[in-house]
């Protein structure tokens, strides 16, 4: 059993008609670095940089941080690392910042935060980029844009630090690299603003967890209302599929992090829709790999056009159940 799960974890996910999808981690403890599974994948998709912070008494240090993030880039330095910035709010409170709130996910969370208090988010990203110097394989992701302002006020404080940092760099003899930058789409705002990205952002990611709650008004941890949480609602999916058409049509690269890229009937509905790109937790991955490798993309696209016309989520999983049942 061992042994094939390893022999798994070593190939790369090529579907049976020879589409090479890429398998990405998501992260945030150091345990995450230091497991076996990680030598299979294409890279870190998202590192969730808010856990080290949940771990603190007390907000981490410049030098703190850049020591953490550096043990993440250099454990994988040929391969993309995507450094998510700072997203506490909403289900993420840090013990050592009372926020109250009476929605806290509508609240302040994410880039919201960070951008009212510049002093942390310069901190974080003058940490990220001392991380990254003498590598060339750190992104910089931004949590919870809901529109072109924040993004712009976000590269000037980016830009800032980078020219920080660069100086200290030259000082020393070496090189700092233009780290690319991505935004997730997860708040629904940002679906009808896609072409105002083109020039802006070198990638985006799309956070299905939050997007799925905010599409559907529904807590994505309230156990009450737990049945109409569905990423497989087929509204979540017709925002799905606008997102990759939008996305290739503007040649901006995009992925999936959100929880849905690692469950087998999302994973297949996401490659029918013609993504390339996923990431997941570490338990997913040789489960997913192994699945991507039994099917034809060709046939997906067939059952996500299916998934998209469907009126009910259920019947988005029969269907899809049905058909990975049948492989096996
Ligand atoms: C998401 O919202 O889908 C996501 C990946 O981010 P998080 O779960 O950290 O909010
Ligand atoms: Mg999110």
Known sequence: QTKIVESELAKCAVTKDN?????????????DTSIAVNRGVDGVGLYRTEVPFLLQRSFP????????YHAILSSYPTKPVVMRTLDIGGDKPLPYLAIEEDNPF??????????????????????????????DNMDILLPMI???????????LIERAFDEVQKQAEQQGQTLRRPRLGIMIEVPSILYQLPALKGKVDFISVGSNDLTQYLLAVDRNNARVANVYDALHPAVLNALKHILTASQQLGIPVSVCG?????????????????RSLSMNTRNVAKIKYILRQ??????????????????????RTTTTRFVEEKG
Not at 146 to 156: F, K, M, P, Q
């Open 19 to 31: 589409q090479r999808i890429y398998i990405h981690l998501n992260a945030g403890l150091s345990a």
């Open 61 to 68: 240090s410049e030098e703190e941080q850049a020591t953490q």
């Open 106 to 135: 509508l609240g302040w969370r994410g880039i919201r935060f960070t951008l009212d208090h510049p002093e942390i988010f310069l901190i974080q990203v003058r940490a990220m980029l001392r991380a990254s110097i003498g590598l």
């Open 146 to 156: 809901s529109g072109v302002a924040e993004l712009d006020e976000a590269i000037v």
């Open 259 to 275: 929880e849905l890229a690692g469950d087998p009937v999302g994973a297949l509905l996401l490659v029918g829709m013609g993504y």
């Open 295 to 316: 099917i034809d993309a060709q046939e997906m696209e067939a059952l996500a056009l299916q998934a998209l016309n469907a009126a009910l989520a259920t019947d988005v």
